[in-house]
């Protein structure tokens, strides 16, 4: 059981390239969530998918998107990378209207 | 001012050792409490989870949430260098038809052979 799944796990990008960070769950798990944590700062919600077909914006959205390709994935992607972006991203789901959120091991991202 | 404040430590302290973490938090309509527990380049893991005022007991950890107080603690009793991690409360209430949580920042614990 590989809980939650997310790639790549580094990755370094010169300011205004793009990317993508892919997340998956086999937990059967409705809702999931993209978080961000900056030292100092704690983790952060970007965005998060209650369930399948729906996105809304969390505390620290701009500069981000996302979609909710199925019920086992969500993505996010950075379409113009920029310096304030070097973060720890980590994705997490959850069953819905649960508190209890099971976190994927990050995805550590450097913009130059 | 932030909902929830956390001391980022770093705390050390020797093997054995009864170790106290705290959170304050200030929005009242927070009605879960949560702590994490973060190894070194991994992701949080839950590792207590509360709803009410009172303590909680799981092994060695124990949970104490003061809803009047708006505070909570989590105590490590006999702590173990495998103790040493980041320590994350984390805070819920119902938004919008799902529980938005929120998180301190962390409080760093060393815990030394």
């Known amino acids: 059981n590989a809980g939650v799944t997310q790639t790549p796990k580094f990755q370094v990008l010169k300011t205004g390239q793009s990317m993508t960070l892919q997340c998956a769950q086999d937990?059967?798990?409705?809702?999931m969530y993209w978080y961000r944590q900056d030292p100092g700062m704690g983790l952060r919600l970007i965005y998060y998918?209650?369930?399948?077909?729906?996105?809304d914006k969390g505390e620290v959205p701009n500069g981000y998107n996302v979609s909710r390709l199925n019920k086992r994935e969500f993505s996010l992607r950075l379409e113009s990378a920029a310096p304030s972006q070097t973060s720890v991203y980590f994705c997490?789901?959850?069953?819905?209207?649960?508190?209890?959120?099971?976190f994927g091991a990050g995805s550590r991202l450097t913009v130059l | 001012q932030k909902e929830v404040e956390q001391d980022p430590g770093p705390l050390s302290v020797p093997e054995g050792a009864i170790v106290s973490l705290n959170c304050t938090y200030s929005?009242?309509?927070?009605?879960?409490f949560m702590w994490y527990r973060q190894y070194s380049r991994k992701g949080p893991e839950l590792l207590m989870y509360t709803y009410s005022s009172g303590n909680k007991e799981d092994g060695r950890f124990t949970a104490q949430v003061d809803k009047s107080s708006k505070y909570i603690s989590l105590f490590i009793r006999d702590s173990q260098p495998s103790d040493s991690a980041t320590y994350l409360c984390?805070?819920?209430?119902?938004?919008?038809?799902?529980?938005?949580?929120?998180f301190g920042t962390g409080t760093k614990l060393q815990v030394i052979p």
């Open positions: 937990m059967n798990h409705n809702s």
């Open positions: 929005n009242s309509a927070f009605q879960y």
């Open positions: 997490a789901s959850s069953v819905p209207t649960a508190n209890v959120l099971t």
């Open positions: 984390a805070m819920s209430e119902e938004s919008g038809g799902y529980q938005k949580v929120t």
């Open positions: 998918s209650a369930s399948e077909g729906t996105t």
